[in-house]
C-alpha cells in the first residue's frame, strides 16, 4: 500500500481537463508516416505540466512522433480506471502510475510491457529498478525523482549555535539538548496532522534493513514484527525518547503541518521529521529562508551504516495493447524519458524536490538544500534504501494514530509497537498473505 497522504505533498490536487490544450496530435495515425501516442497521466497540476512537457520535447528530437496528453483522477478513482482499461485492452500507448506495491497490483506480466531489452534500463538507479520489477523482469521508467523520509534541519540554527550534522542517535540527543538550552524547540512535531507521526518510524527503516536486510521478506511473511526486532522498535523508541526529554515544541499536539513548516523555516524549532518534498511549500512560502533548511537521514547506532530512507518514483509504463509502430515509438518515448534530455525535460517544467532515479541526470544548480542533501546519500553506495512500502504490501491504518500516541506520551513505545502489529495483522489477512 503506497503511503499517499506523504507522496502527495509532491504534487498539488488539481483536476484538469481530460486532454490537454497542447497536445500535438489528436488521431491516432496521422498519415504520412507519422505515428500518434496516447499519454495518460494523473490529474495534477504538477503531472500535466510534466507530461506537456515531455511531450513536446520528445517530439522535437523525433517529429515522426507526436504524444497526446491525457489526464485521469488520482486516488481509488485512478487505481480503478489504470485496472480497468487493462483488463479491457482500452489502455492509452504509455501512461503513468505509482510504482511498488500498486503496481505490482496490476499484474504486470500479464498487463504490460517487458523493457529489459532497452540499454537504458541499466542506467536506472537500483533503488527504482525494484519498485517497477517482478518476476525478474523491469516494466518502467522513472517518472520525476526520489523523496526522502528524513530530518529537515535548520542550517542557520546549526551554524549558530557550533553543530555538526548527526549521524548517530546520541548525537542527535546531545545536540537536542544544546538547541533546547538556547531557547530553541529542538524536534518540532505536528499531531494536529497526524499523518505527520509517522516520520520517526517510517524514516528510520534504511536502518532497519542496515541491520536485519532481511526484515522485509520475514515481516511479509510473518516471522518479523515491530514489537520484538530490536532494530524495527528503535523507531517507536524515538518518538516516545524525544517527548520524554522535553524536547518538543509545545504546541506539538495542536500545531498542523503548515505550523510546522514555519516554526522551521523561522529558525523557531531546529528539526522536522518529515518527507522532503516538504520544502517545496518552505519555498512556495518562505522563499527568504528557504537556503536555511537542509536534511540529513535519521540518524542510527552505527554511524558507519547510517543511510537515508527513500520513497521512489513513479513510473511510466507500456500496455501491452501497444503493438507495432506505436510500440515502437512507446519504447522510444520511454527511452527519452529515462534519459538526461528527460531528466532536463522534467526539470524544466518542475523544479525538482529530489534526485532522479536515472544515472547520468543530476540536479539543476539552483535545486534546494534538501534536494542536494538527499543527492549526496543516493550517490553513496549503501547510502540509501527503499521505504518499506515499496518492499511489503503490508501497512497498517492505524499507524499514525498509534505514532501520535506514543509521541505524546500516552503510549509506551514497546506497546506502540506491539499494537501497530496487531494492526497490520488484519491487513495481511486481508490481502490473503501467507503466514497470517
Known amino acids: 500500500m503506497r503511503f499517499r497522504p506523504l507522496i502527495l505533498l509532491a504534487v498539488t490536487g488539481?483536476?484538469?481537463?481530460?486532454?490537454?490544450?497542447?497536445?500535438?496530435?489528436s488521431s491516432d495515425d496521422e498519415g504520412g508516416g507519422k505515428v500518434a501516442l496516447s499519454f495518460l497521466v494523473d490529474n495534477s497540476?504538477?503531472?500535466a505540466r510534466i507530461g506537456e512537457q515531455l511531450a513536446r520535447d520528445f517530439t522535437a528530437a523525433n517529429p515522426d512522433i507526436t504524444v497526446k496528453v491525457e489526464t485521469r483522477p488520482q486516488g481509488a478513482e485512478g487505481d480503478n480506471l489504470i485496472k480497468t482499461r487493462l483488463s479491457t485492452g482500452d489502455m492509452t500507448d504509455v501512461f503513468q502510475y505509482n510504482s511498488g506495491s500498486l503496481f505490482q497490483a496490476l499484474a504486470p506480466q500479464k498487463n504490460l510491457v517487458s523493457l529489459d531489452d532497452q540499454p537504458w534500463v541499466g542506467h536506472l538507479d537500483d533503488n527504482f529498478r525494484t519498485t517497477v520489477s517482478t518476476g525478474g523482469r523491469t516494466y518502467g521508467a522513472p517518472w520525476g525523482g526520489f523523496i526522502a523520509g528524513a530530518i529537515m534541519y535548520n542550517k542557520a540554527v546549526y551554524a549558530r549555535l557550533g553543530l555538526q550534522v548527526p549521524k548517530t542517535w546520541a548525537a542527535f540527543m546531545a545536540n537536542n539538548a544544546r538547541?533546547?538550552?538556547?531557547?530553541?524547540?529542538?524536534?518540532?512535531?505536528?499531531?494536529?496532522?497526524?499523518?505527520?507521526?509517522?516520520l520517526f518510524v517510517l524514516g528510520d527503516f534504511h536502518n532497519v534493513t542496515a541491520a536485519e536486510p532481511d526484515f522485509p521478506a520475514r515481516y511479509t511473511r510473518n516471522q518479523a514484527r515491530y514489537a520484538t526486532s530490536p532494530a524495527a522498535l528503535k523507531g517507536f523508541r524515538h518518538l516516545q525518547e524525544v517527548h520524554d526529554a522535553g524536547y518538543l515544541n509545545k504546541d506539538f499536539a495542536s500545531a498542523k503541518f503548515d505550523d510546522g513548516l514555519k516554526k522551521l523555516a523561522r529558525g523557531e524549532g531546529a528539526h522536522y521529521p518529515m518527507l522532503s518534498s516538504a520544502v517545496s511549500t518552505i519555498v512556495a512560502n518562505y522563499p527568504q529562508q528557504a537556503g536555511d533548511i537542509g536534511l540529513f537521514a535519521i540518524p542510527s547506532d552505527d554511524a558507519a551504516r547510517n543511510g537515508l530512507t527513500v520513497w521512489s518514483p513513479a513510473g511510466v509504463y507500456i500496455p501491452t495493447s501497444t503493438a507495432g509502430a506505436k510500440l515502437d515509438a512507446a519504447r522510444k518515448f520511454l527511452a527519452f524519458i529515462a534519459s538526461p534530455a528527460g531528466c532536463a525535460s522534467t526539470g524544466t517544467a518542475s523544479t525538482p524536490v529530489g534526485p532522479y532515479a536515472v544515472k547520468g541526470c543530476r540536479l539543476p544548480a539552483d535545486v534546494t538544500q534538501v534536494a542536494k542533501d538527499t543527492q549526496q546519500y543516493l550517490d553513496r553506495p549503501g547510502g540509501s534504501s527503499l521505504a518499506l512500502e515499496f518492499l511489503s504490501p503490508i501497512k497498517g491504518p492505524a499507524l499514525e494514530q498509534i505514532t501520535v500516541e506514543v509521541g505524546s506520551g500516552i503510549r509506551p513505545a514497546a506497546d506502540g509497537a506491539a499494537l501497530y502489529d496487531q494492526d497490520v495483522r488484519k491487513q495481511a489477512q486481508q490481502l490473503g498473505l501467507e503466514g497470517w
Open 179 to 198: 538547541i533546547k538550552a538556547a531557547g530553541i524547540a529542538p524536534v518540532i512535531q505536528t499531531y494536529q496532522d497526524t499523518w505527520t507521526s509517522q
Open 45 to 47: 497540476e504538477d503531472a
Open 14 to 25: 488539481l483536476a484538469l481537463s481530460a486532454c490537454s490544450a497542447g497536445s500535438l496530435g
